[in-house]
């Protein structure tokens, strides 16, 4: 056994003082902050009790000494990963002294071979060479993931070039070293890059030229994995170098390496994140002394906090930054203009003892940072729509988009699993183009294609973030339906008249109807009209409105009774009804856990308590009822006019429900009888007469 790991071994077991622990353990063990890449994190609340960069080191080392490799070489690629990990270690006192004496703590393959050479004062060979290896520790992975230019491996040709070492000697310390620290982070990733990292030592112990990549293609590997979930990356790019210059702009980087680029970055566009590399560039140049390294391990913390034990992206954070570079055109990066926002704006700090590292962040103001610390503990609480409409007003962003707001992923997948409901829909498609209103998550545009092959589907949301999520979508899995941003109460200013054969509302109205502040309030008809007005004005004669939707019961003084079999079911009731703002929810206590109710109340109480705790927050802030059939045809005909012909008009009771209640509640009637539920979704389809 390695004697790094029988030390090792014997602190797990508690044995000995720290003080009697190698200089190396004994400074990542007294860490006393925790300093680590959040990337393959799943858990923030797990590293307030673990010491994760040990744990790391420990595999590293366990990987090594399962390896066939001569003495001297593992003896060396031991030294060189004990030492490696270092700079992220230390009490607060001994990393303060540090950064004092000039140890960069912040590019960490650095401050550790530093800290090396603080305890190996000898300059012999062997120590020039463990030195060089950890300056350049990761280095090789960073490059293939284009985060380092080629030239910072250079120090490893020079131990050629001065005779240290042979090509064949670093070509077997380099690619056992690589194995360790790839390995140790996941066996399937060293798997994945093998082949490229064993072709870029063997570029580097040829003692060529480095060849520096192109910025397209380094731009390319720190979107690997925006590529992988299908980004469009390359017409994307296209398109912003269409606006900018970018070759020009990003030329500083053929010299500048960033750290925790991706995993700062990664839940941001490409257009986004051009922008953040362009400012953190922009700004590098502007300082006194020539920049090397540009970090955005700060900008990374502020974006992930723990929610429910699971890693989660601030996804406050990310939509209000998404705002703020919305608001930056590429003439305002140009002139070094900034958007007028008194409570966000983009940062680089150089600090005095690290004059070639700058740190690029977004700084929020002390109100709004209050503010989004209030959502997250308001979250699954009646208070997370009051925060977030607080968020809303201070930032300014759309009110309607707020049922996406949080949990994204989550919401389209749910949305992806209703294909089985909206089959019916296509029945009633005509014409060869059709507009999906709020797409979701692409269900309805794969149903289109899958079904109607014929039919060109093209999908419209307000969501800049649906959007990409669905281009995204199309890219990996090659569909041919198109998606488009737009408002769906003025569809003539993205469509022509004409151009569009049939318009699907399906289960997308009643958001309208809940989320839109129209003409100053929410939960109004008037909304329903706009966008009905809007969908009609486009249509050719003989084109269609398909409407998918909830449905209120007729006649409205029918009344039904709730017994609740969960015993914090009537807690659930009284709950909704203080939070619901769509109408006054009326009920009476008529026993120990039933109440006598307006079944129209009644389902709209049942619609949410059917989703549960999880997504009470969201589903408690949608009316999905908002007409009887009969009064829907009447709106219909008075908001469209004698030329909108309703050719279907039928209801009936979502597939569901009734088994998603079952054990939960009794729906009875009047008479204590047992009751069906009455049904919750219609089906109309609208024709544009002469």
């Known amino acids: ?147 380092v230019p080629a030239e910072e491996n250079q120090p490893l040709q020079d131990l050629i070039h001065r005779g240290l070492l042979t090509p064949g000697e670093l070509t077997r310390l380099l690619a056992a070293l690589n194995q360790c620290i790839i390995a140790g982070v996941s066996f399937d990733l060293w798997t994945s890059v093998q082949q490229e990292v064993l072709d870029l030592i063997n570029q580097i112990a040829a003692s060529s030229q480095l060849p520096e990549s192109p910025l397209q293609d380094r731009l390319r590997k720190l979107r690997s994995l925006q590529v992988q979930k299908g980004e469009r990356f390359d017409n994307e790019l296209a398109l912003a170098m269409q606006q900018v210059d970018l070759e020009k702009l990003l030329a500083p980087l053929r010299h500048q390496t960033l750290w925790y680029v991706e995993s700062a970055t990664q839940e941001f566009s490409l257009d986004d994140f051009l922008k953040i590399l362009v400012l953190s560039v922009h700004c590098a140049n502007a300082q006194p002394e020539p920049i090397r390294h540009i970090s955005f391990e700060r900008l990374m913390n502020h974006m992930y906090y723990d929610y429910k034990g699971i890693k989660k992206v601030n996804v406050y954070k990310q939509r209000i930054i998404e705002k703020y570079l919305s608001g930056l055109t590429w003439e305002m990066v140009l002139d070094g203009r900034m958007p007028e926002s008194p409570h966000l704006t983009h940062t680089v700090n150089p600090l005095q003892d690290l004059p070639d590292t700058i740190f690029f962040n977004f700084v929020f103001s002390a109100a709004a940072e209050k503010l989004i610390e209030f959502c997250i503990e308001a979250e699954k609480s009646p208070l997370y729509e009051k925060a977030v409409l607080m968020l809303f007003d201070l930032f300014d962003l759309r009110r309607d988009a707020y049922d996406r707001f949080h949990n994204e992923e989550e919401y389209l997948s749910d949305m992806n699993q209703t294909s089985d409901y909206k089959k019916v829909i296509l029945d009633y498609i005509t014409g060869d183009r059709v507009l999906d209103i709020g797409p979701g998550g692409g269900v309805m545009l794969d149903l289109i294609e899958q079904e109607l092959p014929q039919v060109q589907a093209v999908g419209i949301d307000i969501s800049t973030n649906v959007i990409e999520v669905l281009e995204r979508k199309k890219e990996l899995e090659g569909h041919t339906w198109q998606v488009m941003k737009g408002d769906a109460l003025n569809l003539s200013g993205y469509v022509e008249p004409g151009q569009v054969d049939s318009i699907i509302f399906s289960s997308i109205l009643h958001e309208l109807y809940s989320y839109i502040e129209y003409e100053g309030r929410r939960f109004n008809h008037a909304t329903i009209a706009a966008a009905l007005q809007s969908a009609f004005e486009v249509l050719p004669l003989g084109g269609r409105i398909i409407i998918r939707d909830g449905i209120m019961t007729e006649p409205l003084e029918l009344m039904r009774r709730i017994r609740f079999l969960e015993v914090d079911g009537l807690e659930w009731l009284q709950r909704y009804q203080k939070d619901f703002r769509g109408r006054q929810i009326r009920f009476e206590l008529i026993g120990d856990r039933e109440v006598l109710m307006p079944v129209n109340d009644a389902m709209e109480f049942l619609y949410t308590y059917t989703w549960g705790e999880e997504a009470y927050v969201h589903e408690v802030q949608e009316q999905f009822g908002y007409f009887t059939p009969s009064a829907y045809a009447d709106f219909i005909r008075c908001t469209l006019g004698s030329r909108a012909r309703i050719i279907e008009s039928r209801h009936f009771l979502q597939e569901g429900y009734t088994e998603a209640l079952q054990g939960r509640i009794l729906f009875i009637d009047e008479h204590g009888q047992p009751a069906s539920l009455p049904d919750s979704t219609c089906l109309i389809v609208i024709e544009k007469s002469k």
């Open 1 to 147: 056994m390695l004697a790094s790991l029988s030390s090792l071994t014997r602190y797990r077991q508690g044995g000995g003082d720290i003080s009697d622990l190698p200089v190396w353990m004994g400074y990542i063990v007294s860490a006393e902050q925790t300093v680590i890449n959040l990337e393959r994190i799943d858990s923030l609340q797990e590293l307030k009790d673990a010491n994760p960069v040990l744990d790391y080191v420990e595999r590293t080392l366990l990987i090594l000494d399962s390896l066939p490799l001569s003495f001297w070489i593992k003896e060396v690629v031991e030294e060189v990963l004990v030492w490696s990990e270092v700079a992220k270690g230390g009490t607060l006192r001994q990393r303060r002294d540090w950064q004092r004496q000039g140890i960069n703590l912040f590019v960490h393959n650095i401050g550790s071979a530093q800290l090396y050479l603080k305890h190996h004062k000898e300059s012999g060979d062997r120590e020039h060479i463990i030195h060089t290896l950890i300056a350049t520790h990761g280095l090789i992975g960073q490059q293939i993931r284009g985060e």
